[in-house]
């Protein structure tokens, strides 16, 4: 007996348009998995240079870790959502960082199960964050 997830990939946010099926396999799980613990990385390297940014060096180890998680990502999108280098090109023209790194999120996320809506509260919540706060203090 052959039991496969199929999850629905919505790609609206990356100017894509059609959601995209996929397989939730143990493989693709550890393709995320992989893809979250570099973001994590490169941002404990943000962290820890943070403090170091007055040094040419620093910024330069920065940038290139930065590019290279850069091209990490696409090759992950690219791997796990079966793109054509066509499409990865509209992506690279169509979106900045923020938007890709939520997207990367959101993928990871519904690879590893998390359905739609939860992955959508979850972000809403997070967009309310200090902004939000401080409207809602009658809340708190």
Same mark, same amino acid.
């Given at each position: 007996m052959e039991v496969n997830m199929t999850v629905k990939i919505?790609? =609206?946010?990356?100017?894509?348009?059609k959601p995209i099926n996929i397989h939730a396999t143990v493989g693709a799980v550890d393709k995320a998995d992989e893809m979250m613990i570099t973001l994590?990385?490169? !941002?404990?390297? @943000?962290?820890?240079s943070d403090k170091n940014l007055d040094s040419s060096?620093?910024?330069l180890a920065v940038?290139?870790?930065?590019?290279? /998680?850069? =091209? =990490?990502? @696409?090759v992950f999108?690219?791997?796990v959502l079966k793109l054509? !280098?066509?499409? /990865?090109d509209m992506i690279k023209?169509? /979106? !900045?960082?923020?938007?890709l790194g939520s997207y990367i999120s959101y993928v990871c996320n519904r690879i590893k199960g998390v359905?739609?809506?939860t992955h959508q509260k979850a972000v809403n919540n997070k967009k309310k964050g200090p902004k939000g706060q401080g409207e809602k203090s009658s809340d708190q």
């Open positions: 919505n790609t =609206k946010q990356i100017g894509l348009g994590l990385s490169l !941002d404990a390297e @943000f962290s820890k060096e620093a910024m940038l290139k870790k930065e590019r290279e /998680v850069n =091209k =990490k990502i @696409f999108l690219q791997d054509s !280098d066509k499409q /990865v023209e169509r /979106v !900045d960082y923020q938007q359905p739609e809506d």
